[in-house]
C-alpha cells in the first residue's frame, strides 16, 4: 500500500530555511517520478518541483536558485530544502506519487 508522509514544516522569517521530507513506503520511490505542489490559502495546487526516475530536476520559476529536491534511495525518503523563504512561500507543501498525496506539512514564512 502506497504511503506518502511529510514532515519537517514550520514557522520561519523571511529569509529562513526549512527541510521538508516525505518517508515513502509500499513502493520504491526511486523508480517513480516524485513531485512537491503546494497549496496556499484561498488558492489551487501549484507544483514545486519533480524529481524523475534518472535524478533529472525541475523547478517552478519563482523558487529556482531557493529550493532544492533530492532524495535518499536508502531512506525511501524525498526532500525538499527550501533557502531564502519568502512569505509567498505560506503554504501547505504535499509529496506526489502520480495521484497520490500525503497528509501535507504547513510552512509558514512569517515575521
Known amino acids: 500500500q502506497v504511503q506518502l508522509v511529510e514532515s519537517g514544516g514550520g514557522l520561519v522569517q523571511p529569509g529562513g530555511s526549512l527541510r521538508l521530507s516525505c518517508a515513502a513506503s509500499?513502493?520504491?520511490?526511486?523508480?517513480?517520478?516524485m513531485k512537491w505542489v503546494r497549496q496556499a490559502p484561498g488558492k489551487g495546487l501549484e507544483w514545486v518541483s519533480f524529481i524523475d526516475s534518472s535524478g533529472s530536476t525541475t523547478y517552478l520559476d519563482s523558487v529556482k536558485g531557493r529550493f532544492t529536491i533530492s532524495r535518499d534511495s536508502a531512506k525511501n525518503t524525498l526532500y525538499l530544502q527550501m533557502n531564502s523563504l519568502k512569505q509567498e512561500d505560506t503554504a501547505v507543501y504535499y509529496c506526489?506519487?502520480?495521484?497520490?498525496r500525503g497528509q501535507g506539512t504547513q510552512v509558514t514564512v512569517s515575521s
Open positions: 509500499g513502493f520504491i520511490l526511486s523508480m517513480y517520478t
Open positions: 506526489e506519487k502520480g495521484l497520490r
